[in-house]
């Protein structure tokens, strides 16, 4: 398990707001920002693309809490390339902006403990919330045919910011504006007697 440890690092290639870089790596977001790394199995498939567009069409939101988003998939590059130009009318996901990882070699997916042993050895759905020191604070792993929450990934980005700016931790449940409480057990009976 990954959490409370430094997320592991790479450098890959990645197609980014439509055009291929070499040399991609976290180390740029340490530091300064958040990030919500996500894998997900393949390019050209079917719950994929909805998560892909879900995460673009959330992008302000993760952006005004200083949050990168960051995809990553054992697809090439160039296949990353042909299916972020592949209007969504096709099944493609034309218009993503943010970083799509290619890890061919299938290491990343290894390294972050979401690489499925059997089959077509792909990534399973995993999802990390790394801070700006690049620990890894919250790690979601889903089997192939199940679809994450954007909304949920956007509720713990805010749970993690509210913690490291008040102190206080988040129950079951809390929103952003939501009554917190102290970790104590004078704080947990406060809030449960409530």
Same mark, same amino acid.
């Given at each position: 398990?990954?959490?409370?440890?430094?997320?592991?690092?790479?450098?890959?290639?990645?197609?980014?707001?439509?055009?291929?870089?070499?040399?991609?790596?976290? @180390?740029?977001?340490?530091?300064?920002? *958040?990030?919500? !790394? =996500?894998?997900?199995? $393949?390019?050209?498939?079917?719950?994929?693309?909805?998560?892909?567009?879900?995460?673009?069409?959330?992008?302000?939101?993760?952006?005004?809490?200083?949050?990168?988003?960051?995809?990553?998939?054992?697809?090439?590059?160039?296949?990353?390339?042909?299916?972020?130009?592949?209007?969504?009318?096709?099944?493609?996901?034309?218009?993503?902006?943010?970083?799509?990882?290619?890890?061919?070699?299938?290491?990343?997916?290894?390294?972050?403990?979401?690489?499925? @042993?059997?089959?077509?050895?792909?990534? *399973?759905?995993? !999802? =990390?919330?790394?801070? $700006?020191?690049?620990?890894?604070?919250?790690?979601?792993?889903?089997?192939?045919?199940?679809?994450?929450?954007?909304?949920?990934?956007?509720?713990?980005?805010?749970?993690?910011?509210?913690?490291?700016?008040?102190?206080?931790?988040?129950?079951?449940?809390?929103?952003?504006?939501?009554?917190?409480?102290?970790?104590?057990?004078?704080?947990?009976?406060?809030?449960?007697?409530?």
């Amino acid at each position: 398990m990954l959490v409370g440890k430094k997320a592991p690092e790479f450098t890959a290639n990645a197609v980014v707001n439509g055009v291929i870089e070499s040399n991609f790596s976290l @180390e740029q977001y340490k530091g300064s920002k *958040y990030v919500i !790394l =996500f894998f997900y199995p $393949k390019d050209f498939t079917f719950v994929c693309p909805t998560e892909l567009i879900g995460f673009q069409n959330a992008l302000p939101e993760f952006e005004a809490r200083d949050t990168a988003v960051v995809g990553c998939s054992t697809d090439s590059e160039f296949c990353h390339w042909a299916w972020a130009n592949t209007p969504r009318t096709q099944g493609g996901i034309q218009g993503v902006t943010y970083p799509l990882v290619a890890d061919i070699n299938k290491e990343i997916a290894a390294q972050y403990e979401v690489l499925a @042993e059997e089959g077509d050895r792909v990534a *399973y759905r995993g !999802l =990390f919330l790394i801070d $700006k020191e690049g620990v890894v604070r919250h790690m979601l792993v889903n089997d192939m045919p199940l679809g994450r929450s954007i909304d949920e990934a956007i509720r713990i980005v805010d749970a993690l910011q509210h913690f490291e700016q008040y102190g206080e931790v988040c129950p079951l449940g809390w929103h952003k504006g939501e009554k917190a409480m102290q970790a104590s057990h004078e704080g947990v009976a406060s809030y449960l007697s409530e």
